[in-house]
T-cell receptor, first 112, second 111 residues
Framework: EAGVAQSPRYKIIEKRQSVAFWCNPI?????LYWYQQILGQGPKLLIQ????????DSQLPKDRFSAERLKGVDSTLKIQPAKLEDSAVYLC??????????FGPGTRLTVL | QKEVEQDPGPLSVPEGAIVSLNCTYS??????FMWYRQYSRKGPELLMY????GNKEDGRFTAQVDKSSKYISLFIRDSQPSDSATYLC???????????FGQGTELSVKP
């Protein structure tokens, strides 16, 4: 069974630029999550999708972050404009239930 | 106060040692408790999860939950260099909701 795929793996941008990340979850997993992991911290949930719908986006900075899930499968997370404090690893996870989430390798974002 | 507290380490032990990793939490609504392992530049990988209080064993790994003390532990027996990673505890309530992670403990097992 293929795992969660993410791209790109690394991205370096200047502040105020925009960036997008892509995630392909495990086939059949209805729930998809985006997390932000700042160096030395645990992952923090940004947004949770159940199929096409948003379940929780309470910690998503909506003035600059947006996310969508296309046809209940792939998802993109966008940051526009990026700030220095957005430097982090962005993790995508998918699951059949809340207790067994499978994570992708992450996208490491550096904002200069 | 953070909902989940975890000593970030780093923790360095010799090969073969018993390792004890711990987390404390403040939210009594948490019912499911997970341990994830994260190798450098990789995503977290679920090791095991337990429901409510009690112990769960899987090979060299044992998870313990003491809800009365709001304290969870992960023990690793006969530790190996391949166990060197960051270990994250995580927890969630009965109704699902957000998975809340600890800060992670960096473990190094020396040959």
């Amino acid at each position: 069974e293929a795992g969660v795929a993410q791209s790109p793996r690394y991205k370096i941008i200047e502040k105020r630029q925009s960036v997008a990340f892509w995630c392909n979850p495990i086939s059949g997993h209805a729930t998809l999550y985006w997390y932000q992991q700042i160096l030395g911290q645990g992952p923090k949930l940004l947004i949770q999708f159940q199929n096409n719908g948003v379940v929780d986006d309470s910690q998503l900075p909506k003035d600059r972050f947006s996310a969508e899930r296309l046809k209940g499968v792939d998802s993109t997370l966008k940051i526009q404009p990026a700030k220095l404090e957005d430097s982090a690893v962005y993790l995508c996870a998918s699951s059949l239930d809340p207790y067994t989430q499978y994570f992708g390798p992450g996208t490491r974002l550096t904002v200069l | 106060q953070k909902e989940v507290e975890q000593d970030p380490g780093p923790l360095s032990v010799p090969e073969g040692a018993i390792v004890s990793l711990n987390c404390t939490y403040s939210n009594s609504a948490f019912q499911y408790f997970m341990w994830y392992r994260q190798y450098s530049r990789k995503g977290p990988e679920l090791l095991m999860y337990t429901y409510s209080s009690g112990n769960k064993e899987d090979g060299r790994f044992t998870a313990q939950v003491d809800k009365s003390s709001k304290y969870i532990s992960l023990f690793i027996r006969d530790s190996q260099p391949s166990d060197s990673a960051t270990y994250l505890c995580a927890m969630v309530g009965n109704q699902g909701g957000k998975l809340i992670f600890g800060q992670g403990t960096e473990l190094s097992v020396k040959p």
